[in-house]
């Protein structure tokens, strides 16, 4: 079977790649001549599938190709053209770039929708330069923080004097939010960015929810003390304590579906060979694909690591530093997503998201649907990320069949 617009995809794909600071390996950040550069590209590309493009006050690029008559509510798709530093060249770029290979797919037939659909690539998703994420989609939902507009970068330039710099206007960043009313959902296809389809020997499946978050830090305080003279039983070891908090993390997030706990950063004080820990502090990073879940395993978490500390007679104090909601893919464009994969003749299988993506931020103004595409051994953020021409031709093909039999929340 030919895969042409697989082909197209992934030479786009390339095409992409090679807008870096860096010619070695691929780094495109937000407000950069990289970021013009890409930005001219998709929109070039856009064009060529009959729509008509924009840059919006935060940088996002948008085109639009119309229904059957002009000025329609539309069907949102899209992903990010940013990338982290030494990233991979599918991470976002897959989604945008699937998208328009579907417009023009339909503008190729002539063929009008009884919707508009626009094609919107964001400027900022990774949060690389202003250390904040999903600088475009919360622009576009309506929900951008202008206190961000102060944040500095590596090089002391604020947002606000880097928009200026690319020839956009901070000021008009709130215009740049739409109206719930004018966009009927918001369907992201995205890489996996883990092993799950891999394993199962699945192109793409659907994602049922992206999953909240939340970020602890524990301290525990123990007594330091001489590593050769302080009997076994009378130490307070911190160190052996958080050892067991680690464990309990591995175990209860085990236990428990769609929810991962990770301790990614520990530091032991004082931190020498012959000197039994006295403190250690250490961090949480828990997700779940249910609130509900996070909240409830985030609760037993904290009251385990009390309990290991009271029974070893030392102090635990933990904070919850970061919370973020799960951004649950709602059941009515599930089920339409579902019907595209099966109308391919792939047995549908949903997964929910451990990575965030710009459908959180786009959930304020739209109900959200995803559609994963596998990528090999699970690996992003990475140059290694790899997706197949055969797999970015399903992907395809899956959003063409799903745009094409698209039925608004009311219609149905
Ligand atoms: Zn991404």
């Given amino acids: 079977m030919p895969h042409e617009i697989g082909e197209k995809i992934c030479g786009r794909v390339e095409e992409l790649a090679a807008i ?106 990774e949060g690389v330069r202003f250390g904040t994420t999903m600088l475009g989609s919360r622009a576009v939902a309506g929900t ?32 740049a939010a739409r109206r719930r009313t004018d966009i009927l959902a918001y369907v992201e296809l995205h890489i996996e960015q883990g092993p799950v389809l891999e394993t199962l020997g699945l192109p793409v499946g659907f994602v049922t929810s992206i ?14 003390g001489h590593a050769g ?4 039983a009378e130490r ?27 301790v990614g950063s520990l530091q032991v004080s004082p931190g020498a060979i012959n000197v039994i820990p006295g403190q250690v502090r250490f961090s949480i990073d828990l997700r779940a694909a249910e609130d509900a879940r996070r909240r409830r395993v985030t609760a037993q978490l904290l009251a385990e690591i009390a309990a290991v500390a009271a029974d070893r007679k030392l102090r635990a104090e933990s904070r919850v530093i970061h919370e973020l ?56 953020h990475h140059p290694d990320e790899s997706v197949t021409v055969e797999d970015a031709e399903i992907g395809a093909r899956v959003l063409l069949c799903f745009i094409k039999d698209f039925e608004p929340k009311g219609a149905l």
Wanted: hydrophobic share 45%.
């Fill in 20 to 125: 870096s600071e860096d010619p070695a390996k691929l780094t495109r950040i937000f407000l950069t001549p990289e970021q013009r550069r890409a930005s001219e590209l998709v929109m070039s590309w856009m064009q060529a599938a009959a729509m008509a493009t924009r840059l919006d006050a935060i940088g996002n690029v948008i085109g639009r190709y119309e229904g059957a008559w002009p000025g329609l509510p539309a069907l949102v798709l899209g992903s990010h053209l940013d990338t982290v530093r030494d990233a991979g060249k599918y991470d976002g770029m897959l989604g945008v770039v699937t998208a328009i290979a579907c417009v023009e797919a339909l503008a190729s037939e002539g063929m009008r929708l009884p919707f508009a659909i626009e094609v919107i690539g964001f400027a900022d998703e």
């Fill in 144 to 175: 951008f923080d202008p206190d961000c507009l102060g944040r500095r970068d590596a090089d002391g330039f604020s947002m606000a004097e880097a928009l200026r710099t690319f020839g956009l206007d901070p000021g008009g960043i709130a215009a």
């Fill in 211 to 224: 999953s909240g978050a939340n970020r602890v830090e524990v301290t525990i305080t123990g007594e330091a």
């Fill in 229 to 232: 003279t302080v009997p076994m």
């Fill in 236 to 262: 307070k070891d911190a160190l052996t304590a958080a050892a067991q908090c680690v464990l309990a993390v591995e175990s209860r997030c085990r236990a428990e579906p769609d929810c991962v706990g990770t």
């Fill in 325 to 380: 909601a799960a951004a649950p893919c709602v059941p009515w464009l599930v089920a339409q997503v579902e019907r595209a994969i099966l109308a391919e003749g792939i047995a549908p299988f949903g997964l929910s998201s451990g990575a965030g993506h710009d459908g959180m931020a786009m959930m304020e103004i739209a109900d959200i649907g995803m559609i994963f595409v596998r990528c090999a051994r699970g690996i992003s």
